[in-house]
């Protein structure tokens, strides 16, 4: 029988997120980053979420509902849903079976709507109302992961974070930011490897750059602004 100390020790330690093994960069390609960073800057200053939202319920929601669906379908649902629930105590008066009435064009919105409501008792509950910008809060509610709720923290300038979707995975290899082969690598890799003025922004520019640029099959190198710093050029 194991003592309760050592399985107390064996608990804890299980719940500490591992970091892999630092990604290598010399300083030639320290350098090739930061004009990386520097060139995206100067296209766009402060890239945004393009998920519509006027106050941080709004925005964790949003988020929460664009797990497998995209921002379009997102704000063409959310539109008409903040304006009768755009906090979480309005959210409960409308119910599950009222908000599936608002975003059952949504994948997975049976879940969605039940993660919701379950997360607008907390809020309710727990919080006042009000959503807590601290990693450990946002990721205890129902149906906020650790990518939901670092778009929430960048977006809204709590802390540096990249959440790491499909856009930025991809991109963040081509571009050879990372060799990571699950989400958590590259993230891992990204916030090492990008300088540090730019880690608040980096999230987007990956990702509007993977969405409109530097798509799956057939990447826009010929109108890509920062195709002569790209290593993947011509490689597909």
């Given amino acids: 029988m194991v003592a309760p100390m050592a399985a107390t020790q064996k608990t804890s330690k299980s719940l500490v997120r591992k970091r892999p093994a630092g990604k290598r960069i010399t ?47 997102v704000n063409k649902a959310t539109g008409p849903l903040f304006q009768v629930a755009d906090s979480a105590e309005k959210m409960l008066e409308l119910g599950e079976d009222g908000l599936i009435k608002y975003i059952a064009s949504i994948g997975l919105f049976r879940t969605k709507a039940k993660n919701v409501i379950a997360s607008a008792h907390i809020l ?3 919080y006042g109302g009000q959503v807590p910008l601290n990693r450990e809060a946002l990721e205890s509610l129902p149906g906020v992961g650790r990518k939901t709720a ?87």
């Fill in 124 to 126: 309710m509950d727990r």
């Fill in 150 to 236: 670092s778009v929430v923290l960048n977006e809204l300038d709590v802390e540096p974070a990249i959440a790491v979707d499909t856009h930025v995975f991809r991109v963040s290899h081509r571009l050879k930011l990372s060799a990571g082969k699950t989400p958590d690598a590259v993230e891992d890799d990204l916030m090492r490897v990008v300088p540090g003025p730019y880690q608040t922004r980096a999230h987007h520019w990956l990702i509007l750059h993977g969405r409109y640029v530097c798509v799956a099959r057939k990447p826009k190198c010929e109108i890509c602004k920062i195709a002569d710093l790209c290593p993947s050029l011509g490689l597909f």
């Fill in 27 to 73: 300083a030639a390609e320290r350098e090739r980053v930061l004009i990386l960073f520097e060139r995206f800057e100067s296209l766009e200053l402060r890239p945004k979420t393009e998920l519509n939202y006027s106050n941080p319920y709004e925005l964790v929601t949003a988020v929460a509902l664009s797990a497998q669906a995209t921002d379009v379908q």
